[in-house]
């Protein structure tokens, strides 16, 4: 099996490696906006680069994977969709819903593969608590909260085209809880401060922020992210219900210290970044990917879930900026008519 790979920075770079150890995976041909980047990975892993996407195509491979700018996701999952390639693409599709939908409907179109890179999916401790919720272990589910902190902010260039915090951060909660308790969302009310550095309010942006989700079966959801966590990287879930309380992400390397005489210790090696904590889930999603190709399993997670992510980032991006509740559905509705 021959792979492309278009982007080759910190995501791609991690891609490659794990596909290039992949025994059932030939050949990598790597290409970047940047020629000399790819040229150096292709060097280090005994693969080929190729000067721009073109060459993808003409030189020839069996998927694609996208790790390149979000602006350009749309329209590369397109031209894959096209040549009738399965790819494998970062989230999110574009960082609206009209991109998204014309995206989906091109690769739905063209009857081949979209998986979304919504890692969590494939991290020990989700799919845990995922068995916990649908073996009943929990009872009735009454409560989730969910949160993500990161430990600084990103670059300021990457920040102005990321999309905000909703979008680029809390997806991976909002899909994460969907995908944990199998339920949807259907209303959410949201709220952020831009009280920290001013490169947030520059951006349009909110450093830190928090919503109320109300799920189709009556469960509640907080969901609560911030880009200043000064402990560490810090990214958990509880779940609640009526017969049992679990966690995810709570080890010893959870960066939180307890103020109570017997509680644990404060962690002497916190979590640094999502990388590092999730470093086994990313090499899982795609050996996911080789097997999904391979027609060894079904789409773990396609474009419509990664739409139904995005839609309830949509809605506590108007929340926050609008100060109402507001349902993911109403949004969906609107971005259909502007495609009809």
């Known amino acids: 099996m021959r792979i492309g790979v278009i982007g080759t920075g910190r995501i791609g770079t991690i891609h490659a490696h794990t596909l290039s150890r ?67 693409c970062e989230k999110p599709i574009a960082l609206d819903l009209a991109g ?60 102005a085209q990321s999309g905000g915090l909703y979008r680029d951060s809390l997806i991976h909660d909002f899909d994460i809880l969907r995908w944990v308790t199998g339920r949807e969302v259907v209303d959410v ?41 000064g402990a560490g990287y810090d990214v958990r879930m509880e779940l609640a219900g009526e017969l049992d309380q679990i966690v995810v992400g709570l080890d010893d390397r959870t960066p939180i210290a307890s103020t109570e005489p017997t509680g644990p210790p404060a962690a002497d090696k916190p979590w640094t970044g999502f990388l590092e904590r999730f470093g086994p889930a990313y090499e899982a999603e795609l050996v996911a990917f080789v097997e999904v190709v391979r027609g060894e399993r079904p789409n773990p997670c396609d474009g419509r879930e990664a739409l139904r992510a995005l839609l309830i980032a949509e809605a506590c991006e108007r929340s926050r900026r609008e100060r109402r509740p507001v349902r993911p559905t109403e949004l969906l509705s609107s971005a259909t008519e502007a495609l009809a």
């Not at 000067?51 to 020839?60: A, C, F, L, N, Q």
């Not at 790790?67 to 399965?86: C, E, F, K």
């Open 22 to 88: 992949h025994r059932e995976v030939g050949s990598l041909i790597l290409t970047d906006v940047d020629p000399a980047r790819a040229q150096a990975l292709a060097h280090r892993l005994g693969e080929t680069a190729a000067p721009g996407v073109d060459e993808i195509y003409t030189w020839g491979v069996d998927a694609v994977v996208i790790t390149a700018a979000t602006s350009a996701h749309a329209d590369l999952i397109g031209r894959a969709a096209r040549a009738g390639l399965p790819v494998f």
């Open 100 to 159: 998204t939908l014309q995206a989906i409907t091109e690769v739905e179109t063209a009857g081949t593969v979209l998986q979304m890179g919504f890692q969590r999916r494939f991290d020990r401790g989700y799919t845990g608590a995922r068995e916990a919720v649908r073996a009943g272990r929990l009872g009735r589910l009454h409560t989730v909260r969910a949160m993500t902190s990161d430990a600084e902010p990103p670059a300021p260039s990457r920040l």
């Open 189 to 229: 009310y949201a709220g952020g401060s831009d009280a920290g550095p001013p490169v947030f309010r520059e951006s349009g942006d909110v450093d830190t922020g928090a919503a109320l989700l109300t799920l189709d079966d009556g469960t509640l959801a907080t969901v609560t992210g911030t880009r200043l966590n």
